[in-house]
């Protein structure tokens, strides 16, 4: 592991021909949860797992934790295989209805879960203050988390994700059922992860907030992927430009940008708008109404 840590060429997950399926009671079959999925997130990026309930996004998550063992296939984290104690060291996790005992206070919890991470001492209660202060919630440490909203609750869960300095996060819905302000806390804390060198995987139904924080998304459907890549390039809308006009001939875009010139808005560019992630991704799912590009936000006119 110690030649592979900090190879930035490494993979933080890589995942080749990933399966698991269920045994149905009774000899009814098995069921397919997940199918052949390969995927590849890179070290120091916010990756997006969308897809409607059942879609695979939760197995795939147990898989990378080694709570379930695949039927077939690999997932590797930061070289090591899934599950083993060299990937554990490396990841924290944040499940999306996190249990913690309801009498013990913020501070209580994160200081029980530091000890079974090896911490204790100095270094403990140092890490646990930091930890309040990063999600916000130092002012609440000491109160009972029977008092805490829901939006606290993810929040010191993800302290708790966080305890052992983990390079990978894998946090499954974690604006889910959270008020506006909380969710906007969360998506925060995701974007320090990043500039921290961090690695996130989340998973979420909320689209509109996976635009905000995702570098690049899967998209998952009945156990297979449908979609992967970068979302400037999933949203793009090719035959459009910024001034709402499709299918632009190179040499009249050139005129454009003279007469743009010679009114006095030299700094113009043309370029590519995006349709909303929320049209893209029901327009990829099977048998879903067709989306025009014109209902998107500042679409076509």
């Known amino acids: 592991m110690g030649s592979e840590k900090n190879r930035p060429d490494v993979p933080a997950v890589e995942i080749r021909e990933l399966t698991k399926h269920y045994a149905l009671h009774w000899r009814r079959g098995r069921l397919l949860a997940l199918e052949d999925l390969n995927l590849e997130v890179r070290q120091g990026e916010v990756f997006g797992l969308l897809g409607p309930n059942g879609s695979g996004k939760s197995t795939t998550m147990k898989l990378l934790l080694g709570l379930v063992a ?147 998304v899967a998209i998952l459907h009945q156990g297979r992927k449908l979609r992967e890549g970068r979302l400037e390039d999933l949203l793009e809308v090719p035959d459009e430009t910024v001034i709402r006009v499709r299918g632009l001939k190179p040499e009249t875009e050139a005129r454009l940008r003279e007469v743009l010139a010679e009114a006095g808005h030299a700094d113009a560019v043309p370029g590519r708008p995006r349709m909303r992630l929320e049209d893209y991704f029901i327009r990829e799912m099977p048998g879903a109404p067709a989306v025009s590009p014109a209902s998107a936000p500042g679409g076509a006119r």
């Open 70 to 216: 695949p039927t077939r296939g690999t997932a590797r984290i930061f070289g090591e295989n899934a599950g083993s104690m060299a990937a554990r060291r490396r990841l924290g996790f944040l499940p999306e209805n996190p249990y913690f005992p309801a009498f013990l206070s913020g501070r209580e919890v994160l200081r029980y879960y530091g000890k079974l991470t090896g911490l204790s001492g100095r270094s403990l209660e140092l890490r646990l203050e930091s930890l309040l202060e990063l999600v916000d919630l130092k002012g609440a440490g000491d109160r009972r988390l029977r008092t805490y909203s829901k939006g606290m609750l993810q929040r010191i869960g993800l302290a708790q994700a966080l305890l052992h300095d983990p390079d990978l996060l894998l946090l499954d819905e974690p604006t889910a059922g959270v008020d506006p302000v909380g969710s906007r806390q969360i998506r925060d804390l995701m974007r320090m992860l990043k500039s921290q060198g961090k690695t996130v995987i989340f998973s979420s139904h909320l689209l509109e907030q996976v635009e905000e924080v995702a570098d690049r």
